[in-house]
């Protein structure tokens, strides 16, 4: 819940605002004297937009502060709203909160915090998002400052993780040169690490464990947590890391289980006795399978979740038994993580926010290197880049996917939409073959058909078919037939690939078949390099349109019988009249969270 403070006509103007742009997010605190709102507003809500001066905000806030994992983000907006400051928890929502209101008010974001600054990955959120803790936060402020100034720095528990990208200064794994205590998932390994390295280390628990657990009925929850501990220590494990207790379903209700996680703030997951069965493990027991259909609860049930988590899975305690309970430890291989990212036409303000977010989020970008040089800027220090020439889709689509199935973080990124004419499809199509060993998300984009769109008028306002005219992967007999129905079919046409040197008769050859179904003068408009620089956007008729002014950084768009020009834009009428008579209710014509 984000508590709005105001004291001002304005401020409360402006709070009625964002109520109105987020429901359900923002509570108002604008009937209280200033200090006791923040007050109230600080209890009660996980972050807080003042419209007050930052000083006054302070004053008022100072007496109350606790960490900075806990305390509300904090964010400061002045009277003239020009600018959105980040006061208290920057990496904890402030800064995020900051580039929020620009939508909404058009402030300005005032970010101070240095990691921000330099594009360099928190270290106090770093994989906060896949579950990691910090184990020595006491530090994070001293190893921070040294990642900002290039010293050596460890980061330990989180090699081996799809995570952001680090500066070279940055370790992840071992080193070579002098023997050290290296840590992962809480256990202390001795390995080969340089001695400059351990001045600035931090340790991470990521969530790679999973405990198995199974026992007799009406077991007590102390039995069972002093078995896991044990179990815990023996193999020199942090039970920070663990994700999750298993078990078999028919333990769903065992009261000690359920406690015993409780406990020790776990998840409880549990599976059929049938599934489990098909776990092979290191000691399977008859006895057991006798009694509830799986010869293994405990190494079964730990291997099979550490595997649904991650993208394979290893025993790293096998099954150990107290008087009426069993318990084993696995530790997961977490999947990697593909983001197919849209950076739109070209013009960086149609670049999404959430686009941004994933190419900061990514060790890996692939791409094609022009696209590559468009957002090299947002990419943070040490991202590994892989790019190349055009042609080269096939390559680039496989490499993000072998890169992203050996765990890393990865960003496949084209223009406009990823999926429409871009790399989308061919990833996905490699990716088939590694289910469960990736996690993809598909990050849209604005496309050059709504951005040439946008410039030309309102062409799609009705039914609309996308037709490429490459017929370099596409025979132009299934083109031609694709152009005649929508033809027929009377739609607006979008041409992408409309004409290149080597490929200059087909955008005429569609045309002439339009031009069969629809009047000379019908509207057509083309857009280059559409929200570039260089940008052009022409309208002209069906009769009229001249192909050779078309290329492949053109975008062309032929109404449909019905389209017309209106004061020299392309209007599709959207096909009915507006009445503002009193009718029968009907279907509303733009139902609650549709999307065009």
């Not at 937009?49 to 008022?60: E, I, Q, W």
């Not at 720095?153 to 200064?169: K, R, S, T």
């Not at 590694?434 to 946008?454: L, M, N, Y």
Request: with cysteine; hydrophobic share 45%.
């Amino acid at each position: 819940m984000i508590g709005v403070v105001a004291a001002t006509a304005g401020g409360r103007g402006a709070a009625a605002a964002l109520a109105a742009a987020w429901p359900g997010e923002v509570r108002e605190f604008t009937d209280l004297k200033a200090g006791e709102a923040l007050r109230a507003a600080w209890e009660t809500c996980d972050a807080i937009v003042s419209f007050l001066a930052v000083g006054a905000t302070v004053r008022v806030l100072a007496p109350l502060l606790a960490h900075k994992t806990s305390d509300p983000a904090v964010v400061c907006v002045d009277e003239g709203m020009r600018f959105a400051v980040a006061v208290l928890g920057g990496h904890h929502g402030a800064n995020l909160l900051a580039r929020r209101l620009t939508g909404v008010l058009g402030t300005e974001p005032v970010v101070t915090t240095a990691s921000d600054r330099t594009n360099v990955a928190p270290l106090d959120s770093y994989g906060a998002d896949i579950g990691f803790t910090v184990h020595n936060p006491e530090l994070l402020a001293h190893v921070g400052a040294a990642v900002l100034s290039g010293e050596p720095v460890a980061l330990e528990g989180a090699d081996d993780w799809p995570l952001p990208a680090l500066p070279p200064n940055v370790r992840t794994d071992t080193g070579e040169a002098a023997t050290g205590i290296f840590v992962t998932d809480g256990a202390e390994i001795v390995c080969m690490c340089h001695e400059s390295w351990f001045g600035n280390r931090l340790v991470y628990r990521p969530p790679s464990l999973v405990v198995g657990v199974g026992s007799a009925r009406g077991v007590s929850a102390e039995e069972v947590g002093d078995l896991i501990d044990l179990v815990l220590g023996g193999a020199a494990v942090a039970p920070e890391s663990v994700r999750a207790l298993a078990t078999v379903d028919l333990k769903a209700d065992e009261e000690g289980i359920l406690r015993a996680a409780e406990e020790r703030g776990w998840e409880v997951v549990t599976f059929p006795a049938e599934v489990l069965a098909g776990v092979e493990v290191p000691n399977p027991s008859e006895v057991v399978r006798a009694e509830v259909g799986t010869p293994s609860v405990a190494e079964a049930a730990a291997l099979h979740a550490a595997r649904s988590f991650g993208r394979s899975a290893e025993l790293i305690a096998e099954k150990h038994r107290s008087a009426n309970a069993t318990a084993a430890v696995a530790r997961l291989r977490p999947r990697g993580r593909l983001s197919i990212v849209g950076l739109g036409p070209g013009a960086r303000d149609l670049l999404t926010p959430r686009a941004e977010e994933a190419l900061r989020r990514a060790s890996v970008v692939v791409g094609l290197d022009q696209y590559v040089d468009q957002v090299r800027d947002l990419l943070r220090p040490g991202t590994r880049i892989l790019s190349s020439g055009l042609g080269q889709e096939e390559e680039r689509a496989r490499t993000a996917v072998e890169e992203a199935a050996a765990g890393r973080a990865v960003a496949l990124i084209g223009s406009g939409d990823a999926g429409v004419y871009a790399m989308a499809s061919p990833a996905l199509e490699f990716a088939t073959g590694e289910i469960g060993a990736i996690d993809v998300d598909g990050v849209p984009g604005i496309t050059a058909a709504v951005a040439a769109s946008g410039l030309l008028g309102a062409p799609l306002g009705h039914d609309h078919a996308y037709i490429s005219l490459s017929d370099l992967h596409t025979p132009w007999e299934v083109i031609e037939r694709r152009v005649r129905a929508a033809a027929e079919g009377d739609f607006t046409v979008c041409f992408y690939n409309p004409r290149s040197r080597a490929r200059d008769w087909q955008l005429g050859a569609a045309l002439r078949i339009l031009a069969e179904h629809r009047p000379a003068g019908t509207p057509v408009g083309f857009v280059r390099n559409a929200s570039r620089p260089d940008e052009t956007a022409t309208v002209t008729t069906l009769a009229e349109v001249d192909p050779g002014e078309v290329d492949m950084y053109t975008v062309v768009l032929v109404g449909s019988s019905r389209s017309r020009t209106v004061a020299g834009r392309f209007v599709t009428p959207r096909g009915y009249r507006w009445s503002f008579e009193k009718s029968a209710p009907s279907e509303p014509d733009e139902p609650a969270g549709a999307s065009r």
